[in-house]
């Protein structure tokens, strides 16, 4: 029951942290900006917020209904892959959080390259601009089309409700993180970049050439680009062009 009340209480926590994170990112932004802004702030902020607001709110149901219940299944009948290994629970914990971002890096993959999953996930670059506020910019469609996903991820890699929580909130602040239009110092940007994905690593990814777009694609470690050799080249952002072609903007 202790166990139960200290994960209750953080789940009640996480939410006002991860807005804590998105208001410090949005202020670091203005202080020390990557790239100048090619669009008035603050009605894309609004634009963004309504449209991740949207899709959150489209996903809530099949989230509460599947995912959530998947992942007690595991726990209550040790289902899945982590359970099975015999290990710790908190090495179990921290292996299923490195599973899931592996294959939310095989998921971003098939968004890419599947015509009619890139047909919604496009709408998330199609921002003219890139800062934090485009972490919550996705199409209710793509978040729906997730869900089977995520209940497959949940059920074969054998994730608790613990580890559920965990990943999901380490994914939400680095999605939020490496969104930022955020200027690192270079040794910050040389050490981070080999750990994690950096705003610059991601601006490649946003750039509007198709072959930079199809670039660092991990959400969380850069490890995943540099196992698959999809890591992305090192560009001045000044160079880059963020968004997409006038003629692969609409869903």
């Known amino acids: 029951m ?28 203005r202080k020390r900006p990557l790239r100048q802004p090619a669009a008035a702030p603050m009605p894309r902020l609004v634009a963004n917020l309504a449209t991740g607001a949207l899709a959150a709110l489209t996903v809530l149901a099949p989230n509460t209904l599947l995912t959530q219940p998947a992942s007690r299944a595991v726990a ?44 919604w ?49 380490l994914t939400v602040a680095e999605v939020m993180f490496h969104h930022a239009n955020l200027r690192l110092p270079p040794g910050g940007e040389r050490v981070l970049g080999r750990l994690v994905m950096t705003p610059a690593q991601h601006g490649v990814h946003h750039s509007r ?18 196992l698959h050799g999809t890591g992305g080249p090192t560009l001045p952002q000044s160079t880059l062009v963020i968004g997409l072609p006038a003629d692969d903007r609409a869903a």
């Open 2 to 29: 202790a166990g139960r009340g200290a994960g209750s209480l953080a789940d009640a926590v996480v939410p006002g942290l991860l807005l804590g994170v998105f208001a410090a990112l949005w202020w670091l932004e």
């Open 76 to 119: 209550r009948r040790g289902l899945g892959l982590m359970p099975r290994l015999g290990l710790p629970e908190p090495l179990q914990r921290w292996g299923a959080v490195l599973l899931m971002d592996y294959t939310l890096y095989l998921w971003h993959i098939l968004l890419h390259r599947l015509p009619f999953l890139w047909r």
């Open 121 to 169: 996930h496009r709408v998330h670059h199609a921002d003219p601009d890139l800062d934090v506020s485009t972490a919550l910019r996705f199409h209710a469609a793509e978040l729906l089309w997730s869900v089977p996903w995520r209940l497959g991820q949940v059920l074969l890699i054998g994730v608790s409700p613990r580890a559920l929580s965990l990943w999901s909130s």
């Open 209 to 226: 050439e198709p072959a930079h777009q199809h670039t660092n694609f991990s959400s969380g470690l850069a490890l995943w680009d540099w």
